[in-house]
């Protein structure tokens, strides 16, 4: 036991001098040794020094002599915690590998493989995966929000939720339940448009995982929702500044309750578009908003006679 606290007492870092009680401790790793910078002292000598042997000027680089493998993930259906065997045939020492050993390597690399997926819910992650890999870069979400689906989805997989279910319906409503959870303006249209789901299975199983993981819908955030339009039809950052003051001043008068949001938001936006003088038709608006003409033409109406509007 004594042994022990002495050695970690050798390991431990100093603080402070014990000469001077400085704390300017400098640490030399050309000879091992800490010195005091106010008196000198060499505080400990042959220092072992925990960093890389080698250095890298770039992040590439770095990320080329690094020797740990990927993160950890939820992406991964193991979650980044195997273990790959490479593919070429060079020893540590980049020395041809004999073909003996080539054979012997290429029956452990086949059944590496097969013991990745063994149980059927590897097999089920394995595909869901994918589907949620392809399907987050098709609709250009965040790392974030892809991790967060991928915890959605899974909790539905230990509740036995995917179970006589569409995979690619689950994951696509995943998907949508993470970009709600997070505020990210995606619409149901939206992603299952960019999945090869029907978007009725992908409403039947976003309902689904709200009653049975029991998910708690933040109220959308109008305002957020404004850029997105925006930028697709082209308007200036004074008409967008408008138009979320018109979505403030709708919601203290109650006027956005019951109403589908990205009409109301297209309608708000058409209204900063007119006040502002920027040439916007309503179907340019409705179009960018995935909504009909008939759509933005009521809820200009509702916005119009509500605030009283000069427009």
Not at 183 to 210: F, G, H, M, W
Request: hydrophobic share 40%.
């Amino acid at each position: 036991m004594e042994k022990k606290k002495e050695e970690n007492r050798f390991h431990r870092r100093p603080t402070i001098c014990p000469e001077c009680s400085s704390h300017d401790l400098i640490e030399d790793y050309e000879r091992g040794e800490i010195v005091c910078g106010h008196c000198g002292l060499v505080i400990r000598e042959n220092v072992m020094d925990i960093g890389p042997e080698w250095r890298a000027f770039t992040k590439e680089e770095m990320e080329e002599r690094s020797r740990v493998g990927i993160p950890f993930s939820l992406t991964l259906h193991d979650k980044g915690l195997s273990t790959v065997i490479d593919r070429a045939n060079r020893d540590a020492f980049g020395r041809k590998i004999p073909a003996s050993t080539r054979f012997q390597m290429l029956r452990l690399r086949k059944w590496q493989i097969r013991s990745k997926v063994h149980s059927s819910i590897d097999r089920n992650l394995a595909q869901a995966m994918a589907e949620l890999d392809r399907l987050s870069d098709k609709v250009r979400i965040p790392d974030s929000v892809k991790e967060k689906a991928a915890l959605i989805y899974r909790r539905a997989l230990d509740k036995g939720l995917v179970r006589g279910r569409s995979i690619l319906a689950i994951v696509t409503a995943s998907v949508y339940a993470a970009c709600r959870l997070s505020q990210t303006p995606r619409t149901l249209n939206e992603i299952s448009a960019a999945s090869l789901a029907e978007e009725k299975d992908v409403a039947r199983c976003y309902r689904l995982l709200l009653s049975e993981l029991n998910l708690k819908m933040p109220i959308i955030d109008l305002k957020r929702r404004v850029p997105k339009i925006a930028s697709k039809i082209g308007v200036s950052e004074k008409t967008q500044q408008t138009a979320m003051k018109i979505i403030r001043m709708a919601g203290k008068k109650r006027v956005v309750a019951g109403k589908e949001p990205m009409g109301l938001v297209a309608a708000a936006l058409y209204i900063a578009c007119v006040l502002e003088g920027e040439r916007k038709t309503q179907k340019e608006v409705a179009e960018a908003a995935g909504v009909t003409e008939v759509t933005v033409r009521n809820r200009y109406r509702d916005l119009k006679d509500s605030l009283d509007l000069d427009v």
